[in-house]
């Protein structure tokens, strides 16, 4: 079965692009399968760059404009079309659901979001994905005309692909498209540093039990004081108490620290899954029947802004000692 | 100047929170029927309007608030594809100041099909409601796929963003939009017609109407739609969907779960630091 998977290199996203896809090419896809990738991009620069990071030895460049999706979509049906592609993967995030939907729509396939893995047999292809707001996984089955895949968030932070060789098969310059664009005046800010809570090695995740914003302010400040990033869960920053961009979890950020410790929230799934990647996880909570108890590697029962408190102190103490 | 026409299309979901360890064990071990998943039992849990839809509706009574300031007029409808589970939600929302309520009717569970809900929605649109600007959150459970808003834009052949946080209408028919993308924080202009998904946005609460605000418009109609109304066949595209769920697996996330012992808290979190997190926090 043939794939082809899509590589937009006209944004600044083209790296994690590669590490999702390249990761998941790896260890997310079985079947007999052979791919190439599309890769799109913008600046005759980046071509080099952009070749390298292509998880398949299979290459097609295509030259594009930023932020016209409308116009990726296009090139991809006539792909579709054409040519005898039943799997198109895309790496997780706005641009590929939006290129994933809108080409199984054009093309009467299937779409899928947020894949966790790919089987492909020989009639049809089973992905799976979390559902229930991380409940559950789901088996899914897709037939129809091409499936039109993106990668689940947890793919994102493999290593970059490091094929030996590629072959570069075509380079086209579709540029010359004369559709009026659809955005105008584009702007790209750079996210505040309290949005980038997915890269964080140490972090403390807040929930509702702290009972306040004040609760909340204390718990902020001892992970300020033990040098650890600060997140919350999504009923916290509902009530306003922290900014959204500290939101952890399925309607938030994925993140993969070292060290997570989790303060007055219950664990559950929907937040749990923005902290599962942790390779260690504390937990302080008053109920010890709470899902986030038997979900941590270790837990205390008790206030969870006492404790947290007491341990800013030590670890900021065992730190002047070093 | 016409009024700008805002639709928010909104949806009920369970409260998942709220389903016990054994509701989600037995969706589980549920058999399949006719090759498709049965799902989990959540109809005896309470229902809460999907927290993205939520801040789609409130978004539109502000951008309705703030165009009134300027002498500018809004007509604000609400849509959602459900069963009568959504009128409470529609009735509340007549009462906050919206003119039209409607809801399609759908007997069948579309959690899994959002190809048929953004039908469902799509045709409702071109049928007659004709806004300048269509809202929704980004995703909604069970399914969390986030592509109903794309494949809506699609098959209206709109322009769409997706996890916007910000919309600012400008003078002409275009909005000024604030969004997360895949490099960051976008500013963008988009002309209207288009779709916008909310996603975490500041404006995310729902405002309460008061009891005169709902007295004044108890009689207000909700329009009740069936599929064969907008011409959807929703029966005929679920059996022809091309993206089926066949079975659901519960998630064993258990780990240690080792337990501090300690007489007050500064004793647990000494035991905590010096038995678990010591070596931890030097390598950090």
Known sequence: MRFAAVLDGTTGAAVRQAQALGGFLREGLSGDLVGETLVFYQDD??????????????????????????????????????????????????????LAARLACRSNGAVLTEALCVEAGPERLVCRKYVYSAHMVGRFELSGGPSCVTIDASWNEGPEPELAEHDVISDTDETGDPAEPAFEDVELVDLPASGDLAGSRFLVVAGYGA?????????????????????????????????????????????????????????????????EKAAFIAAIDTDEHAPIVRNADVAVVDDGVAVIEELAQIIAAAREAD | MSALRILVSFKVTPDFEALRDADWLAGAAAEAAHGAAPGVETRYVRRVLNCFDESALEMALRLSDARAECGLATD????SVGGRETEPYLKTLLALGYERAARVESEAALDFAPAVTASAIASFVRQGDDPDLLLLGWRSGPGDSGAVPFLVAEALGWSCLTQVLEVEPLPDDRVRVACLADDGLLRVTLRLPCVLAVGNAVVSQLRVPTLTDRLARKHARIDVLLGADLGVDIAGELRHATCVPTEFETIDRARRGVIVDGATPAAKARALFAAHLRDLVEKL
């Open chain 1, 211 to 275: 009972g306040s914003r004040k609760g909340i302010e204390r718990i902020a400040q001892a992970a300020r004081r033990m040098g650890a990033d600060f997140g919350v869960s999504r009923p916290v920053a509902m009530n306003a108490w922290t900014p959204m961009d500290r939101l952890i979890g399925v309607s938030g950020t994925r993140a993969a620290p070292e060290l997570c410790i989790v303060v007055g929230a219950s664990g559950a799934p929907a937040l749990y899954w923005g902290i």
């Open chain 2, 76 to 79: 604000l409808g609400a849509l």
């Open chain 1, 45 to 98: 620069r980046d071509k080099t760059r952009l070749v390298e990071l292509a998880p398949t030895r299979a290459v097609r460049l295509i030259k594009s404009t930023a932020r016209r999706p409308e116009r990726v979509v296009e090139l991809l049906a006539a792909v579709a079309r054409d040519e005898d592609v039943p799997l198109f993967l895309f790496a997780g995030g706005p641009g590929g659901t939006e």
